[in-house]
């Protein structure tokens, strides 16, 4: 996909976050479980273990950690010390340039995301530590998206999720996940889920679902910059990490009640329902009014 060259006056990108001992993830947001599966099965994580990390680590500091400080290195230097890093600040301006508008007309209130560029660990700002273990996600207490670039060499060469457009499409999921915040539907996902668990599962999916069809309404409203073979990077990479996908490799048995973010038929298919028609009303099928 071609995208502009990045213009630092017009994205926040935060980078820092080297490997550490110990820590976890408090209440990270969503897109982030599925990942940790994927990790955990790839490097010899111990999933559950890690995810009782996070969660006790949450339950015990109960605050909120500061991001690294960035020292002397300016936004320039971050976007250019690697070609992960560049795909990452372009894709961020692109996808800023064309929410904002969308958001405008609509008459709601925008505030762009930040990208935070890490490799092993990091300290968010709203939503405690994390490892690399977690892989990608968004960050709903400070409007963060954390993009670990060594997932992407996951992808790549384990996954068989291959192509700059696989990797664009990591940072548009993730960057549904903010425009449903801002539009208040994360928070009444998340009330919702808390008045039925019974239901939780079945709502994180249309939440994942709906990300993924974000990612392509992004990518069909720059449809002037798609190259031929990115639409078949993006459903590759949309099938690697279907749940289903996922249990499989994993050596377990598919057991959809247990799904949280869809398996790799779902995934495709809200990808390609936002490239196809490039229009944001398009994904509110996931949430019809009767939903909560």
Known sequence: ???????????????????????????????TLVIAGIVSLLFGTDLGQTIAVFETV??????????????????????????????????LQSLNATWQPEFERAGIEFQQPFLHLFSGGVNTQGCGSA????????????????IDTGFYDVMDRELGARGD??????????YGHHIQNLTGLAGQVASAQQQNPRRANQLQ??????????????AGKNRDR??????????????????DAISERMGGRVSPESF????????MEALRLGMNSGDDTTCDRYFAPETF
Not at 134 to 142: A, H, I, L, N, T
């Open 260 to 267: 949280t973010h869809g398996s790799s038929q779902q995934r």
């Open 58 to 91: 949450d339950q015990a500091t109960g605050s909120q950690q500061t991001a690294p400080a960035q020292g002397q290195v300016s936004e320039q230097e971050l976007c250019s010390s690697s070609q992960y890093a560049t795909e990452a600040c372009n894709a």
């Open 165 to 174: 457009f696989a990797r664009l499409y990591v940072v548009a999921h993730e």
């Open 131 to 146: 490892t690399s273990a977690v892989g990608p996600f968004y960050c709903p207490r400070d409007g963060g998206i954390y």
């Open 205 to 218: 999916v249309r939440m994942e679902l709906q990300a993924d069809c974000y990612a392509g309404v992004w």
């Open 226 to 243: 798609i190259e031929p073979g990115d639409f078949e990077e993006g459903m590759r990479a949309a099938a690697a990490i279907g749940d």
């Open 1 to 31: 996909m071609r995208l502009n060259p990045f213009d630092t006056d017009n994205i926040d990108v935060r980078g820092g976050g080297s490997r550490f001992p110990g820590g976890g993830a408090g209440q990270l947001g969503c897109g």
